[in-house]
């Protein structure tokens, strides 16, 4: 029987999930049975086993159009912790210690992510490149989308809305490399607009990266654990910056 057609929800929720857990484990045996999983769903693109890995591979490699969909879709499937969740995971902490700890968290599930997808390429399969490279990239997107979003938490700063209005807003952030409340023209999410043109020149910069883990045997792993702990660790400084300088402001 032919496997069902996989579906933007399906790519979409898998992702979420993986970025999320993989961000809020600090045990480092659980962290290596989430990074497994990541890697057995790094691999399954170059595995030939129907008509729903072939939707992946057309899709990943059909650019950053097909991307930016999927992490659009992903973004109000990620789970994030609120100011409240936060302090008591964080007890006595205050927000700039509590932002440290998050960004540091961060970095570890982002050199695991690019660790997995490293492996992945070294495994003895016929590799499909374009799609492990977006399977990479959607959940390290997930993960920093995941870390904007609980930094603005942190301070005591979420974005306006309920929780898709909020989250559509974090991805603006992530594109904008700023605080939401620092963001000019507007956090419109259609096509054409200058926000999707932003979303989708940082995904290419970020697919970019992505191939640095799938280099030949492990040292594809170390350089893409490397290349997501520092992009991670940048990203979670420049919009704690922005909150911090709004903090003290107010």
């Excluded at 979409?12 to 999320?20: G, K, P, Q, T």
């Excluded at 600090?26 to 086993?49: H, K, N």
């Excluded at 700023?178 to 043109?197: C, D, K, N, Q, Y």
């Amino acid at each position: 029987m032919a496997e069902p057609e996989t579906d933007a929800t399906d790519i979409s929720l898998r992702a979420a999930e993986v970025a999320a857990d993989i961000s809020e484990t600090d045990q480092p045996r659980e962290r290596r049975r989430l990074v497994s999983a990541f890697t057995r769903a790094a691999a399954s693109g170059a595995r030939a086993a129907g008509r729903g890995t072939r939707a992946v591979r057309r899709g990943a490699g059909s650019g950053t159009g097909w991307l930016a969909g999927q992490v659009v879709a992903m973004a109000p499937r990620l789970r994030v912790r609120d100011q409240a969740a936060l302090q008591a995971q964080f007890p006595g902490q205050s927000a700039d210690e509590i932002a440290d700890a998050l960004i540091d968290h961060a970095a570890h599930a982002a050199a695991a992510a690019g660790g997995a997808a490293g492996v992945a390429a070294a495994l003895p399969v016929l590799p499909a490149f374009p799609a492990e490279i977006a399977a990479e990239t959607l959940v390290m997107v997930g993960i920093e989308l995941k870390l904007v979003a609980e930094l603005h938490e942190a301070y005591g700063t979420p974005a306006p809305g309920n929780f898709a209005e909020r989250m559509s807003a974090y991805l603006a952030a992530w594109a904008h490399r700023r605080g939401v409340f620092m963001i000019e023209g507007g956090l419109l999410l259609a096509a054409g607009s200058p926000l999707t043109r932003l979303l989708r020149r940082r995904l290419a910069a970020r697919l970019g990266r992505s191939a640095f883990s799938l280099g030949p045997l492990l040292t594809g792993a170390a350089a893409g654990a490397i290349f997501n702990s520092r992009e991670t660790k940048r990203l979670g400084r420049d919009i704690r910056s922005d909150l911090r300088r709004r903090a003290i402001g107010s």
